[in-house]
Each structure stands twice: as C-alpha cells, then as structure tokens.
C-alpha cells in the first residue's frame, strides 16, 4: 500500500484504557489524514492534519478522540477510555502537497472488550 | 446530510465478463477516487478523476467522472479471478480538501 505504515495492525483494548496508533506517512508526503471504517462500510473522515497542524477535525468525536501529527515522529490517533462502539478499523492515509490522491495503510484494528 | 450513493451493492460474474459500478450524489464534487479493498487489507487506489468528463483508464480499469461532477462510474473489463474485492468510489467537496465521502463499497465476486 504504497508506503503509509501504521501499527499496531491489531490493538485489543478493555473498556476504559486508552489506545494509541501510529502512522507515518510515504516518504515525501506531508498530510496525514485518520478514516474509521466499521463492518461491511465505506470509511468515514476522522481528521486531516499537517505538520504540527490539525487543518479538518470536523469527523472526530469531540470527546475521548485526539490526534496529533508532530515535526518529528508519527501522526498519532489516541482514544481515551475506549468504549465498545470505538472497535472498528482506522486506516490513515498521506498525500504529497498539492495532490488529492490519498494512498492508504494496512490500517489499524481496534477490538475493545 | 450528505450522501453518496454506491450500486450495485454486490455483483456475481463469469470470468471474462465486464463489470460496471456507480456512484451518485446530491452533491457537486472536485475529485472522484476509485479503491479497491481486500479482506483485512487497506484500500489501494486504483484510479484519480480531477475533471468534470474525465475518462482515465489503468489497464482493464476506466473510470470517468460525470459531466454534472456529481456522479461517478467504474468499468472492469474481461473479469479475471483476482478482480475479485470491495470497490470504493470516493468524492472529494469543492470546500472540504482531504475529506472525502465514500460510497459503501460493491463487492465483486468473480466465478471461473
């Protein structure tokens, strides 16, 4: 999947821990954007974020949900106190500056018991 | 709100047969992105679409953007086993750059 590396590709969580994901983007790409995808569902928009900057963060839920995508080091989605509805699978994805072709991850499992 | 609306929901074909999917909105649209998805795996682009009338082909694959830039079809021509997967259709809003909407996916089963 040309290059977008997120881990972990599973992550079993119970109720009330937190779970963190990382992505780094394709060489050369400097947006990163996070979509959650439910079972037998189309992926929905969570986040678009640049280099120290959240530029859209109109899909994540406004509790519990945060993002990050620091100068140095991955883009992290965090989840506080997870809940059984936060399973699912979260895919980020980078682009190049200018290009609105997003190149996906193998994504990220999220099973919260 | 808005939506995006993908069809067929799923399709079951011969191998060697084509294969045609769509997307339609209420909405008007800059990008349209065609992914195609395997169990467990992430999505894997298949085609961009930039232009209203737009008709882009990889291989097998053509997909055109709609001339009303609200809608979107992909084509695979003389299936083979391994076109086999969920096909995604995603837009892009004029005003939303980065956020796209997908189409809840057409699962594509190919049988020899």
């Known amino acids: 999947n040309a290059g977008v590396m997120q881990n972990p590709r599973h992550l079993v969580r119970r109720r009330g821990q937190e779970a963190r994901l990382r992505c780094s983007p394709m060489?050369?790409?400097?947006?990163v954007y996070w979509y959650r995808q439910l079972p037998e569902e189309g992926l929905k928009f969570m986040v678009y974020?640049?280099?120290?900057?959240?530029?859209?963060e109109s899909g994540m839920p406004k509790e519990r949900f945060s993002a990050e995508f620091p100068k140095e080091g991955p883009s992290i989605l965090r989840i506080q106190q997870v809940v059984r509805g936060d399973s699912a699978a979260y895919f980020c994805?980078?682009?190049?500056?200018?290009?609105?072709?997003?190149?996906f991850g193998e994504g990220s499992r999220l099973t919260v018991l | 709100g808005q939506q995006l609306n993908q069809s067929p929901q799923s399709m079951f074909i011969q191998e060697g047969e084509d294969v045609s999917m769509n997307c339609t909105s209420s909405s008007i649209f800059n990008t349209w992105l065609w992914y195609k998805q395997d169990p467990g795996e992430g999505p894997v682009l298949l085609i961009a679409l930039y232009k209203a009338g737009e008709l882009t082909s990889n291989g097998r694959l053509t997909a055109q953007f709609g001339i009303t830039r609200k809608d979107s079809f992909l084509n695979i021509s003389a299936s083979i086993p391994s076109d086999v997967g969920i096909y995604f259709c995603?837009?892009?809003?004029?005003?939303?750059?980065?956020?796209?909407?997908f189409g809840a996916g057409t699962q594509v089963v190919v049988t020899p």
């Open positions: 060489k050369g790409h400097s947006h």
């Open positions: 974020l640049q280099k120290e900057n959240i530029i859209d």
């Open positions: 995603a837009g892009q809003l004029s005003d939303s750059w980065g956020k796209f909407q």
């Open positions: 994805a980078s682009s190049p500056v200018g290009v609105g072709e997003l190149f």
